[in-house]
């Protein structure tokens, strides 16, 4: 007899397995602008033809003031077509020789132009997945302006069933770089799987998933996140009974909480593809579950389904309640809606990266200081400019207050913390932290902000006003410099953040 | 406040297939110097840029040529980071070259206003030749910059104030699990 439910339960659109990086990079060819295909262009993307010939002028920036319309598609013919003088080379795809199975050795594939005589000579991959992260380098014997470098994943690299991504970087003789960020499915070699994660599951090594109190229903909520990935050249239908325990200690040899079934119809997963799904399991006041939360103590969740064929899957999470603290985001000045987009996914990016250490983030209160109202605080020049901010703005809650500024102008810094610990209160001049946006511009001219950089650079600073000094461990996201960070945390960061007032456990 | 009595323990970490790690691979790059180089610039460029604690490296004319290349990079967002610092770098140097690219990357309507704003201040007094212009540039967000340094960068201290609530709506309420996400609860 079970009190706890299977509230919902939906599909979530799957990535295909072999562009599985949700902020992964835009593939595109760049090409030259003085001979790039003017009619290929306005085909293509439908921009104005003299936007092409307006650049090519040399006078773009003058003309373009007097006809402001034509900015966007000016942005993207700029941002698909390189200048002369610039001659870079370009990752344009990377991708795999075919599907990538686990345990099993391959192939990346990376395709680039190179606008100069100098050479392309490295092809660096950085390594994200379950595990520690690693490297392979691979020198490149490329010669012509469009081009493929190979890097080879021999048995020692193989990679095991989930996400996994690729950061890819050529090195040109002269100094010239190209970075390019990829993600794939590694689907299973036997060949289908089940796997489950926790509540969006974006951050590659997360494996608990959380209860959540919800005070208005009085109930504990776990979300769980189902992958079913499929390394056959054949689709497959899933059966339509999920069934589901969840265990006080190892399933099997500890004590059955409370068990379940329900019905799931319509799975099919593609040949070579992924589907994914989340249900969310509502535990009333009085039944197993919600006692179990209660008194802090860790479940294993199985989940069993089978497919149509008769193949049974099984998986396995941790269920536990984290701590949790708040945010108040704070948009200083001007954030387009494509950055605004950016940046909430960044700050549930970081989310994710503090739920690899069981903190979770209990509200993001978005905020907003417009330019006119901001005035110098759009960017930050000083120390003693961001306590001034500090000091004459803030949100009264018990949530820390993040500004995120246009520029950091101050000493080439690019974050800051009021104090290590900040205060568990508002007012002041060390009650909160401040984060430059870092933008860019996309292949589509739009304005955008970098979200795995922005997700590390927040939950830095968060760190510091938690209580985290720098820690210059191989991966940790309080390392100081900005370009070597990653999402770990160790169990001690986690004990020195667990007493701040902000942190709360219930 | 958490009482430190419910700490937990350090949880098991569960071991993925095959262990926690991969031997990493190498290419020697010994003989490319100028790679070696650009790996110690983007280090440096992005080393101790927390301001705890921090302490930016300075650049110099040694460094110029790839200071160049770094802020040519404008085509992924990957390198956004390290192209806003090497902006920054480039005017610890007093050389035309950099002062060339900081104007180009300042007045081009195309670019980011991230880029643009920080070639701007990296200009410094080099940029008031501009500021008329760009006081009525067609970025909000320049000309705004422009208009506040002609007016004496002013710093109106308030009253300390709450912070308004942002009332923009996205396409960014799609977050699964996420505490702004309405489908909890």
């Not at chain 1, 835009?26 to 790039?36: I, K, M, N």
């Not at chain 1, 344009?92 to 099993?104: F, L, Q």
């Not at chain 1, 269920?319 to 708040?326: C, D, F, H, N």
């Not at chain 2, 262990?19 to 010994?30: E, K, Q």
């Amino acid at each position: 007899m079970s009190n706890t439910s299977v509230s919902r339960f939906r599909a979530v659109a799957a990535r295909p397995a072999d562009e599985y990086a949700e902020f992964g990079s835009e593939p595109f060819p760049l090409r030259a602008l003085v001979d790039v295909d003017r009619d290929e262009l306005v085909r293509q993307f439908g921009v104005n033809p003299e936007v092409v010939e307006i650049l090519r002028s040399g006078r773009a920036t003058d003309v373009l003031r007097e006809h402001p319309d034509l900015i966007p598609d000016a942005r993207l013919v700029y941002a698909r077509t390189s200048l002369e003088e610039e001659r870079p080379v370009h990752i344009s795809r990377v991708s795999a020789k075919g599907p990538i199975w686990s345990g099993t050795p391959f192939t990346l594939l990376v395709e680039f132009q190179n606008a100069a005589d100098a050479r392309v000579v490295v092809a660096s991959v950085e390594v994200s997945w379950a595990g520690d992260p690693f490297v392979v380098e691979a020198e490149v014997q490329a010669r012509g302006d469009d081009d493929l470098a190979t890097i080879e994943f021999d048995e020692e690299q193989t990679l095991p069933v989930g996400p996994a991504e690729f950061v890819v970087t050529l090195a040109r003789e002269d100094g010239a770089t190209s970075v390019y960020r990829w993600g794939a499915y590694v689907l299973p070699a036997n060949p289908l799987a089940l796997s489950l994660g926790p509540a969006g599951a974006r951050v590659t090594g997360s494996w608990s998933a959380r209860g959540d109190y919800l005070p208005a229903s009085d109930t504990f909520l776990t979300e769980v996140e189902f992958t079913i990935s499929n390394g056959d050249a054949r689709a497959v239908s899933m059966n339509r009974r999920v069934t589901w325990e969840f265990w006080d200690g190892a399933v099997g040899a500890g004590r059955r909480v409370e068990s379940g079934s329900f019905d799931w119809s319509g799975i099919s997963v593609s040949a070579f593809g992924v589907w994914r799904g989340t249900a969310w399991f509502s535990s009333p006041r009085g039944s197993g579950i919600f006692d179990t939360y209660a008194r802090k103590e860790d479940m294993a969740i199985s989940i069993t389904m089978s497919a149509s064929d008769g193949r049974v899957l099984n998986a396995q999470i941790t269920a536990r309640v984290m701590l949790a603290y708040g945010v108040n985001i704070i948009k200083v000045g001007t954030f387009s809606s494509s950055e605004h987009t950016d940046l909430y996914a960044a700050v549930d990016q970081m989310r994710q990266i503090y739920e690899r250490r069981d903190i979770t983030l209990r509200g993001v209160d978005r905020r907003l200081i417009d330019a006119a109202t901001a005035g110098a605080y759009t960017i930050t020049n000083s120390e003693d400019e961001f306590r001034d901010m500090l000091e004459d703005w803030s949100c009264r809650n018990d949530f820390v207050d993040v500004f995120v500024v246009q520029d950091f102008q101050w000493s080439g810094f690019n974050g800051y913390a009021g104090d290590i610990p900040g205060p568990a209160s508002k007012g002041g001049r060390k009650d909160g932290v401040a984060v430059e946006k870092t933008g860019y511009t996309d292949a589509s001219g739009a304005a955008r902000l970098d979200v795995a950089t922005l997700a590390q650079l927040i939950g830095h600073e968060v760190g510091h006003y938690l209580g985290l000094e720098h820690l210059e461990t191989t991966n940790n996201l309080m390392r100081s410099n900005t370009g070597v960070r990653g999402p770990d945390l160790d169990y001690n960061q986690y004990r020195t953040m667990f007493p701040h007032g902000y942190v709360v456990f219930e | 406040m958490a009482d430190l009595a419910l700490l937990p323990p350090e949880h098991f970490i569960p071991e993925p297939v095959g262990g926690r790690t991969r031997p990493s691979r190498y290419v020697d790059i010994d003989g490319f110097t100028t790679i070696v180089a650009r790996r110690k610039l983007d280090e440096r460029l992005l080393d101790a840029t927390c301001a705890v604690d921090g302490r930016p490296s300075r650049f110099d004319r040694d460094d110029l040529d790839l200071l160049l290349l770094a802020t040519a990079q404008r085509f992924r967002g990957e390198t956004a980071l390290v192209r806003v610092q090497a902006l920054h770098a480039l005017a610890q140097i007093d050389d035309d070259r950099a002062v060339r690219r900081l104007f180009d990357v300042a007045t081009a309507v195309v670019e980011h206003d991230s880029a643009r704003i920080t070639a701007l201040e990296a200009l410094g007094e080099r940029a008031n030749e501009l500021l008329d212009t760009l006081a009525a540039d067609p970025s909000e967000a320049v000309a705004a910059w422009a208009r506040w340094v002609l007016a004496g960068r002013p710093v109106d201290r308030r009253e300390p104030g709450q912070v308004p609530k942002d009332p923009t709506r996205g396409t960014d309420r799609d977050h699964d699990g996420c505490c702004c996400d309405d489908e909890r609860g």
